[in-house]
């Protein structure tokens, strides 16, 4: 039986041009929705249907798109799980965090506790779906990955680490067919709150490499943090772990 | 005698089958796109065309012009004659001699094809080819000696029926070459379709020493973007493919295939030969891509052309330097063709290989191939004291930095040119920020809609502003706004603009005395002609003029002019990079070493790059305005 999988995608921005294209991560989250179904594979959009940026991700080879059409002020996440819990999916695909709006990355949360499904967070590849799991590999840093199996349905974030979209072809892209439906009208409170302003590099906490040679640099560009700061608790009882954590943040001096 | 009608009957009957050959050959053709031409008038401009601007091609091989000259005057003037003396039987002696001069005429000229193919060169099919010096001789010879009756030499009636059966044969042989095999798909299609070809070109500016090389526009509108069959091409496209008579000049010029990459221009036209017939490479009887056997290739008018006839390295792998078209006697259009297929691939597939992709989208979100932030265009210009059109909006000379203000190699060749511009007090202001890519690596690599999009915006800026001239240092960008931006320009921003390259501008400022340069006094010097700058837009002269302006005598390689070898920068090649056995900038490099120079003077950035990218020791490349600022006489005041 094939599985019903969902991309979800949105407007995204170049970070250096700052102009509107297709979302690195969601992009990804295309890619992989077509390796595991094809053009079975449904995507998703609230937002405007007009949008030309959409015709980037239905280069890929979408025939078409649904739009939960919404004006921009409006929250995605009210369209989204309203529609969500109407498709009965076995996997739905997003971005870690989209590269507009607010970017806070809480979409798949939210989406996730509505539906009452468990989120996978920072995917890098589903390798197989069967008998109603699927193996995931989740994405670590460096390069690492840590194999998983989860129930479906789930919603899982894909990871910068996963297959990179394939290029958008403009023939297809402009002849794809935009499927636009209402979508809800909730006004977004906490965006309406806010307000824009260009970001102020921050100064970067330097590194100290004491390397001398390449191979040296090499090695601590990318080997796991040797020592001893990290631990792993396994056994401890919880307020162990719990002191533990709370030792480390006022070392770190997130909480004083 | 009973059978003296035979080798009329004959003459007629070949002559009929051939028609109808012809007949449907021309409907393979009109399964192409439609295009219109003017059909009347280049009909009646055909006959010129063939005379001046064909033959000024051939011209290039002495040997092969005079030979075609006798074959096919000989055979043409033979064929209407043959009709009014063996057909209608007109009895006038004068007429019959006239025949045997034609016919002489033809035989001289078939000897010596028959003598170039006793040992053909690598570049020349062989095949059916190889016969075609015999069936002329055979056509020569048989109506030679069923002529001398007419003209009075020997008696009517000479040999009997013996000979009348030996002609007989010989009519079969050679007009079955000569009128069934022209209808038929034989070598003499060449000249039936190269006639007609001639006059249904789809580039007509070409005739008459004029040059027609901006790409189409592609139309975004169609069911397919590009050419995905053969019959997507247009009409005209599908006759001039036809028009091909594998002598291989193409082939012998192209970069690509000396490099072993797998492309032979001539083995392209070939398959889309086979694609606008239908068939099989089997009986292609030329040199084969490098590296790919011969005879697998199939394919017919309503097939995808990369689904089996042609392979898509093969199409990524042409820098689109036009030496095949330069070249080329038949006046074909390669790179038309190839971009056309491109186009299919990038705008319907997505199929752009290796960076081409990663490069066409970062140049649509940046209007830069790097990916650069667009507000950073100008950085190296923070030192130059420029004018900006937006707070300048009128100046002579409008500066077209191109997309070397990204790299710091191309900077160089920036600032040497801002530097003799500022000596000269030339009134000079650039677009800065405002400027974008010019659309040409997008354009190649058959992305014609980024291509499109980036020419009206840029346009949309330029039209803002008042200026004479342009003036770039990149032959690309330069090519663009001469010869393609016309195509968008609706309203008029570059009328009555000149456009320039930095080679010519200087020229004229060197000429006019507005530059005082120092002789040179480095060693031996020679000099790159970017395809670009040459072939594109046929400026040899200046460039040559300046390096001779400083007293350099320019060792000039082999390749040089219109011959020009590439430096195998163009078409996206680096980009798309197909692997080949060699490199064809090391090629490059190698002919500059051969003529013992120890500097190349080039005129192009991406040329530099790619012969800069050639391991040392090598002679030293340098722009030719770097050249010229190391020579500026300094006022003292
Ligand atoms: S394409 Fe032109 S140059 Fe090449 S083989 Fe044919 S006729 Fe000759
Ligand atoms: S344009 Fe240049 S590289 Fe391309 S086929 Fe012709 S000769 Fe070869």
Redesign the pocket.
């Known amino acids: 039986m094939p599985h019903k999988i969902i991309s979800l995608i949105s407007v995204g921005r170049h970070p250096q041009s700052g102009r509107a294209r297709r979302s690195d991560q969601d992009g990804r989250a295309v890619e992989l929705g077509l390796k595991l179904s094809g053009s079975q594979l449904e995507v998703v959009h609230a937002g405007d249907s007009e949008e030309p940026v959409l015709r980037q991700y239905a280069g890929m080879g979408l025939a078409e798109i649904t739009i939960l059409e919404q004006d921009q002020s409006m929250d995605a996440v009210a369209s989204l799980s309203t529609y969500l819990a109407s498709r009965d999916a076995d996997i739905v695909l997003t971005g870690v965090r989209s590269e507009s709006g607010e970017s806070s990355g809480m979409v798949p949360y939210i989406l996730a506790e509505a539906l009452g499904w468990p989120l996978v967070a920072r995917v890098a590849d589903i390798v197989e779906i069967k008998d109603g799991t699927a193996e995931v590999l989740l994405a670590l840093p460096r390069g690492q990955r840590r194999a998983a199996t989860v129930k479906l349905p789930f919603i899982a974030t894909i990871d910068s680490a996963a297959q990179e979209a394939r290029q958008s072809a403009y023939g297809p892209g402009l002849r794809a067919n935009m499927v636009a439906q209402s979508g809800a009208n909730e006004l977004d409170e906490l965006r309406a709150n806010w307000s824009e302003a260009p970001a102020k590099p921050r100064p970067k906490r330097l590194k100290m490499v004491k390397a001398k040679t390449a191979a040296d640099r090499f090695k601590a560009a990318t080997a796991k943090p040797a020592g001893g700061s990290g631990k792993v608790m396994k056994n401890e009882s919880t307020e162990e772990k719990a002191q533990a954590i709370f030792d480390l943040l006022i070392e770190e001096k997130v909480i004083r | 005698m009973v059978i003296d009608w035979l080798p009329s009957v004959l003459i007629v009957a070949l002559l009929a089958l051939g028609v109808i050959g012809a007949l449907r050959r021309v409907n393979l053709w009109r399964a192409g796109q439609p295009e219109k031409v003017n059909l009347i008038a280049g009909l009646l401009a055909m006959p010129n065309r063939y005379l001046k601007d064909l033959h000024h091609v051939v011209e290039r091989d002495k040997y092969m012009s005079r030979t075609h000259v006798a074959t096919g005057g000989g055979f043409v003037l033979s064929m209407v004659l043959v009709l009014v003396v063996h057909v209608f039987n007109v009895q006038e002696r004068i007429v019959a001699w006239a025949l045997l001069g034609a016919l002489a005429l033809m035989l001289i000229g078939a000897f010596f094809v028959f003598k170039r193919r006793l040992n053909p060169p690598e570049r020349l099919s062989k095949g059916p080819w190889m016969r075609l010096p015999k069936s002329l001789i055979t056509f020569a010879v048989t109506f030679i000696v069923l002529t001398l009756p007419a003209a009075g030499i020997l008696p009517e009636g000479t040999g009997g029926v013996v000979l009348i059966v030996v002609l007989s044969i010989g009519i079969v042989i050679g007009l079955g070459e000569l009128l069934f095999g022209m209808g038929w798909g034989g070598p003499m299609k060449h000249a039936f379709a190269g006639a007609l070809h001639l006059a249904f070109h789809r580039r007509p500016e070409r005739f008459g020493g004029g040059r027609s090389t901006g790409l189409k526009p592609a139309n975004l509108e169609g069911a397919v973007i590009g050419v995905a069959k053969p019959s997507d091409f247009k009409w005209n496209q599908l006759l001039g493919f036809d028009a091909?008579?594998?002598?291989?000049?193409?082939?012998a010029m192209c970069p690509a295939f000396a490099a072993g990459q797998p492309l032979n221009?001539?083995k392209l036209?070939q398959d889309m030969v086979v694609g606008l017939a239908g068939g099989t490479d089997a009986n292609y009887a030329g040199s084969p891509y490098p590296g790919k056997e011969i005879g697998n290739a199939k394919g017919s008018p309503t097939e995808v052309i990369t689904a089996g006839l042609v392979s898509q390295e093969t199409l990524w792998s042409c820098t689109t330097c036009r030496a095949?078209v330069e070249?080329?006697?038949?006046m074909?259009e390669?790179v038309d063709a190839i971009v056309d297929m491109r186009r299919f691939l990038t705008m319907e597939k997505g199929e752009t290989p290796n960076k081409g992709s990663e490069v066409l989208e970062n140049i649509i979100a940046t209007d830069n191939p790097g990916g650069y932030a667009p507000g950073s265009r100008t950085n190296w210009a923070a030192d130059q004291n420029l004018a900006v059109m937006k707070e300048k909006k009128e100046a002579d000379v409008l500066f077209w930095v191109s997309d070397g203000a990204f790299d710091m190699r191309s900077q160089r060749i920036l600032r040497a040119f801002v530097k003799l511009m500022k000596h000269a007090n030339v009134d000079v202001a650039i677009l800065g920020d405002e400027e974008r890519d010019s659309g040409d690596v997008a354009r190649r690599l058959g992305d014609d809609a980024t291509f499109q999009s980036l020419a009206k915006r840029n346009l949309a800026t330029l039209g803002q502003y008042k200026f004479k001239k342009i003036v770039t240092t990149d032959p690309h960008a330069y090519h663009c706004l001469r010869n393609e931006y016309a195509d968008f320009d609706a309203n008029g921003a570059l009328e009555g603009v000149e456009v320039l390259h930095h080679t010519t501008f200087l020229n004229q400022l060197v000429q006019s005395g507005a530059l005082k340069l120092d002789a040179f006094k480095g060693g031996k010097v020679t000099y790159h002609d970017p395809c670009y700058l040459g072939r594109y837009n046929g400026e040899y002269e200046a460039p040559r003029e300046l390096l001779r302006s400083l007293g350099i005598e320019i060792a000039e390689m082999e390749r040089s002019g219109f011959r020009s070898r590439c430096c195998g920068g163009g078409g996206g090649a680096p980009i798309t990079d197909i692997p080949g056995e060699r490199r064809i900038a090391d090629m490059r490099m190698e002919d500059v070493t051969e003529t013992g120079a120890e500097l190349v003077a080039v005129g192009c950035q991406q040329c530099t790059a790619m012969l800069e990218g050639v391991v040392e020791p090598r002679p030293e490349v340098k722009d030719i305005s770097e050249i010229l600022v190391g020579q500026l006489v300094e006022e003292v005041h």
């Open positions: 091909c008579v594998q002598c291989g000049k193409c082939q221009p001539k036209i095949c070249e080329c006697p038949m074909i390669h």
